[in-house]
């Protein structure tokens, strides 16, 4: 598995508010879809409310 280091933001009310995740993945797809999940369950923010801008290879 490698690590990936996701960033982005989400909207939590009505601001935006920036993040970085680092997470173990086995491709750049499982990694976003494992930041939608880790986001959503810990913030209770819909995938629709998150923006990705960045994922890269650590």
């Not at 939590?12 to 920036?18: C, D, L, Q, S, T």
């Not at 819909?46 to 994922?55: A, D, G, L, Q, T």
């Amino acid at each position: 598995m490698d690590k990936f280091r996701i960033t982005g933001e989400m909207k939590i009310g009505e601001e935006y508010r920036k993040f970085t995740k680092e997470v173990d993945a086995h491709t750049e797809n499982h990694a976003r879809e494992t930041v939608f999940a880790l986001i959503g369950s810990q913030n209770g923010v819909k995938r629709s409310n998150v923006k990705i801008s960045e994922v890269s290879k650590v």
